[in-house]
């Protein structure tokens, strides 16, 4: 069964210092991996997927099969960047299909 | 851009009774809406993948009986939680997605439930 796990319920950092976010996962497949964010008292939104290869608000994230992880990366954290992030794997033929998230990383960048 | 409209957003009812969740994309048609809860400082978990038109497909270990998904139309699913008890207070969320391939999920703003 497929599995995600983002080791850091909780994560601190200044504004302005790197910041990583861990996800790693396990399936037997050929997984499709996405970053979904939550700002406070707003819903759930997707903020980039690893078949885009694209960087969206200054992050990045990187599949890395050998790894099995996906880690969210942004060198430069800004306050806004404070939010609840999930990682999530989709297992489906099509994009966005049937979705396993991990338990999320509360992300509080300090002025 | 699409956007996808939960209701209510919080329902306090008493146990024994049902509540109907409703889920619409309001801009877009939506094929497919899947429906998650999520317990306090926890996770996501993926209830049922509700199909227009066809039967709901529900997760190992949820009562299709005690939440029924209804997908009647492309812009409109509901789940109804029957005979509710205070185990299933909880925060549902409802998301969907369009028909083309690729298509992302957008995701309602999610319903608080609380029984008592």
């Known amino acids: 069964a497929q599995r995600v796990t983002q080791p850091e319920k909780l994560l601190s950092v200044f504004k302005g210092a790197p910041v990583e976010l861990k996800c790693n996962y396990s399936y037997s497949g050929s997984p499709e991996l996405f970053w979904y964010v939550q700002y406070s008292r707003q819903r759930l939104q997707l903020l980039l997927r690893?078949?885009s290869r694209e960087s969206i608000k200054g992050f990045t994230a990187d599949l890395n099969k050998g790894e099995t992880s996906f880690h969210l990366k942004k060198p430069f954290a800004q306050e806004e960047d404070s939010a609840m992030y999930y990682c999530?794997?989709?297992?489906?033929?099509?994009?966005?299909?049937?979705?396993?998230f991990g338990e999320g990383t509360q992300l509080t960048v300090n002025p | 851009g699409a956007v996808v409209s939960q209701h209510p957003s919080w329902v306090i009812c008493k146990s024994g009774t049902s509540v109907k969740i409703e889920c619409r994309s309001l801009d877009f048609q939506a094929t497919t809406m899947f429906w998650y809860r999520q317990f306090p400082k926890q996770s996501l978990m993926l209830m049922a993948t509700?199909?227009?038109?066809?039967?709901?497909?529900?997760e190992q270990g949820v009562e299709k009986d005690k939440f029924l998904i209804n997908h009647a139309s492309l812009t409109l699913s509901t789940l109804t939680v029957t005979s509710a008890h205070p185990e299933d207070s909880s925060f549902y969320i409802c998301s969907a997605r369009g028909g083309l391939k690729n298509s992302p999920l957008h995701f309602g703003n999610g319903t608080r439930l609380t029984v008592t």
């Open positions: 509700s199909n227009e038109g066809s039967k709901a497909t529900y």
């Open positions: 690893h078949i």
């Open positions: 999530a794997l989709s297992e489906g033929e099509t994009s966005g299909s049937r979705l396993t």
